[in-house]
């Protein structure tokens, strides 16, 4: 059929299913969906009092893609992740979730916006009066779900961060490692497709911050989840920036390092400064940014 | 901002706390274990400081008492005089006063800890409500308890009273049971069962208000407990005073 305006082939519905199999109409679908942001920022603005704490933030997460936030301490990274969780609103600007605006949701309305998101916490933020087990069931009984289930996920769980054997353990007896992810096992529970670290390397030795950020690799590259990875870390960045997990032949998770072969796409800085972004783009860019305070920054000082 | 939006602020944060926590109660999922929970460590855990601070009452109020009666010869009455004291006014007020530095401290302490390291934020982030899931199964724990507790103050005052009046002023315990039942209305009664309740709420909501409401880490949370117990201990006295003054107009309870 053709327009008499245009000339332009036009797809109706009856066209679409004639012509296109079921599976290329999931795949149109899903690239719809793809298409839209998990996570996006419009022109924020949060103050307390007098203290500015993000001045007119704009930012957005695609599917599948880690955004990496750098900056010091208080210059308003975690405030960020707090704001996208509605744990606090914004004074101005928008905040959409899959497209939907969260700006001005109840509490009521943020539970099931939440059910969506993971969240790990800086110290892990265990329950100390709950076992490992408990702490990573945590959100399959609040909803009531059936024993055997809840066991089998919080196995899987606890599998993928490879801490099976600490599953009778109470928080006190974990070191600071585990207790990140333990934090991480916990967050994703339910296959939230958006996940967001809140400094989950600080404190800790360079192998056990390795481990954290490949299991932020493993999500991103082999679970398709969009996360936003707040540190001040540059070693973190690295990490992130510059490698991809993938299934080898034997069916082991292997890192494979970004070079001419490989060009990682789905992993973007931005860093924050007194509450306004100061640099947005890819690792390379970063590295090569002329900006004084980023070179400050990136040499540690 | 100066002391009077102050309180103000603070009285309409501990409202809308018990209006969440209320509300939330007739909500699925239901937090019933978790009730059960703070029900046992309020009421059983309680009940031995509770127990020995009405025993030792009783029997300090008929050591200070008995001597001035006997003076005027009405040493009979003696168990009148303890009973109404305890049942209208002290066993209400000591037992509330006891939970409020045992529990409401417990409470304010926990739920601060809970702030600064993050698990209130981490359980919000899970899909949880803590004002259902904490706050109201502990202040609906201390509204349900605190008259058992009262009670069981009461009880042991007169018993320990009358202990004391047989054992060091040699009067029957016959004859000190006798005054209690002849001292004692269904009007003092239900008054010093109506007290608790409201004592409950106000230690329950202040403790759960303090400990959600700390900031600045673990030396936040010493000072959120310390308030805690300050503040409630000083508001359950002082809304005696009115509660006292309520009863008495509502139940027409006439003096002894």
């Known amino acids: 059929m053709l327009s008499p305006q245009t000339e332009e082939p036009i797809l109706t519905e009856e066209i679409i299913e004639e012509e296109l199999e079921p599976t290329d109409l999931e795949e149109a679908v899903d690239n719809v969906e793809r298409a839209v942001p998990a996570i996006e920022f419009r022109d924020v603005y949060l103050a307390f009092d007098d203290k500015i704490i993000l001045d007119g933030v704009s930012f957005t997460v695609r599917r599948g893609e880690t955004k990496v936030i750098l900056g010091r301490s208080g210059g308003g990274k975690s405030t960020t992740i707090r704001l996208i969780l509605g ?100 967050a994703l529970v339910g296959d939230p497709q958006i996940v967001m670290f809140d400094e989950p390397t600080a404190g800790l030795d360079p192998p056990t911050a390795r481990t954290i950020c490949e299991l932020a690799i493993k999500l991103r590259d082999l679970e398709d989840v969009s996360s936003i990875f707040v540190t001040h870390e540059m070693k973190n960045v690295e990490y992130l920036s510059s490698e991809h997990a993938t299934v080898n032949e034997e069916g082991e998770v292997v890192f494979e390092m970004e070079g001419e072969e490989l060009c990682l796409i789905n992993t973007e800085i931005i860093m924050l400064r007194e509450g306004k972004i100061i640099f947005s783009g890819k690792d390379e860019e970063l590295l090569a940014s002329k900006n004084p305070y980023i070179q400050k920054f990136m040499r540690g000082k | 901002m100066n002391p009077l939006k102050k309180f103000l602020f603070e009285l309409q944060e501990i409202t809308t706390l018990i209006v969440h926590a209320f509300i939330g109660l007739f909500k699925k999922p239901y937090y019933l274990v978790d009730l059960v929970k703070q029900m046992d460590i309020i009421g059983v855990g309680s009940l031995p400081i509770v127990l020995l601070t009405g025993f030792f009452t009783g029997g300090v109020l008929i050591l200070q008492t008995f001597p001035t009666l006997a003076y005027y010869g009405i040493q009979n009455e003696a168990g009148r005089s303890v009973s109404t004291s305890l049942i ?121 208000h303090k400990g959600l409401s700390t900031t600045g880490g673990t030396v936040g949370v010493g000072r959120s407990t310390t308030s805690a117990v300050v503040l409630s201990s000083i508001v359950v006295i002082i809304f005696d005073f009115f509660l006292s003054k309520a009863i008495q107009t509502i139940l027409d309870v006439k003096p002894i």
């Open chain 1, 87 to 186: 744990l606090l609103k914004p004074d101005a600007g928008q905040i959409l979730i899959d497209g939907e605006d969260i700006t001005d949701y109840s509490e009521v309305e943020m539970m099931e916006v939440r059910k969506k998101i993971g969240m790990v916490f800086q110290e892990g933020a265990l329950f100390d009066s709950l076992s490992v087990y408990d702490n990573v069931a945590y959100r399959l009984h609040e909803q009531r779900v059936d024993e055997e289930e809840v066991e089998k996920e919080v196995r899987r769980m606890l599998k993928f961060v490879d801490l099976e054997d600490a599953i009778d353990k109470m928080p006190a007896e974990l070191s600071g490692g585990m207790r990140r992810r333990v934090g991480i096992a916990r």
């Open chain 2, 88 to 208: 209208r006014e002290l066993g209400p007020v000591l037992s509330a006063l006891m939970v409020s530095g045992r529990i409401g401290s417990a409470i304010s302490a926990e739920l601060g800890s809970m702030v600064v390291s993050q698990q209130i934020d981490a359980m919000r982030a899970l899909g949880t409500d803590p004002n259902r899931k904490l706050v109201a199964p502990r202040i609906l724990a201390l509204v349900l308890m605190l008259p058992f507790l009262t009670v069981a103050a009461d009880i042991f005052g007169i018993i320990g009273g009358g202990i004391v009046a047989s054992g060091l002023f040699n009067q029957s315990f016959d004859t000190f049971l006798t005054s209690v039942r002849n001292g004692i209305t269904i009007e003092d009664i239900i008054g010093g069962l109506i007290k608790p309740l409201f004592f409950g709420l106000i230690i329950g909501s202040i403790s759960c």
